[in-house]
């Protein structure tokens, strides 16, 4: 038993390291990307101040949730306090990510078990804090289309200077259309080579659908080389 506990940890550790590699290897190509992305936020946030984010992809492991926890980082790294949410209530990672607890989080705060300040984590990245999912509910597309959503938003936004989600897939489930139009902008997160035309193309309608405002999409996966992968952002 020792040992498998073992195992699980080194696991977990393992992928933490290879899921925040802003972090943990901020010099490195993939890094620099990321900042590129950071960089293009802030240019299009001239004329509107664009605080509130959701992060999404069109089907799993297309790279979301990576994308969300090191764009987190990047941001961090400029002195911002940021907060990541866990918006997928179905399937949460962020937890995974951040190796923190998950015992309670978005769902305790939306259902007024718990406030917001009492359910947020410090991570141990200077400036992150995140907001885990919290217990798995039975109706999580309700509670992400609910009054209290709006007022965690509202109260998140007065606390942060970036308030990041991370959601399912836009075409697996409806939460993430529910939550696109009460943030301020939305980022679509696509694979190489392993999103479908078709399918970046539908998030896209579904979005534009839910009066999301898209800020632009990030290609990852794609092999430049042997051994080096990169993320580009790119406008709609």
Known sequence: MERLSRKFKKTIKDLTQRSLIT??????????QYRTIRTNIQFASVDK??????????????????????????LAQQGKKVLLID????KPTVHYTFNVSNI?????????????????????????DVLPSGPVPPNPSELINSNSMDQLIEEASSLYDYVLFD????MAVTDGQLLANRVDGVILVI?????????????????????????????????VSNDNYYYYYGAN
């Open 87 to 90: 918006g997928d209530l179905r």
């Open 167 to 170: 959601t399912p897939p836009i």
């Open 49 to 74: 101040e664009f605080k509130t984010l959701m992060i999404t992809s069109s089907g799993p492991g297309e790279g979301k949730s990576t994308t969300a926890a090191n764009l987190a980082v990047v």
């Open 191 to 223: 694979s190489s080579g392993k999103t479908e035309v078709e399918a970046a193309i539908k998030s896209k309608e579904l979005l534009l659908h839910a009066n999301a405002k898209i800020l632009g999409t990030v290609l990852n996966g794609k092999d």
């Open 104 to 128: 309670y989080g978005v769902t305790n705060v939306l259902t007024r078990q718990r406030s917001l300040k009492e359910a947020v984590v410090a991570t141990k990245i200077p400036d992150i």
């Open 23 to 32: 972090h943990n290897n901020p010099k490195s190509p993939i890094s620099e």
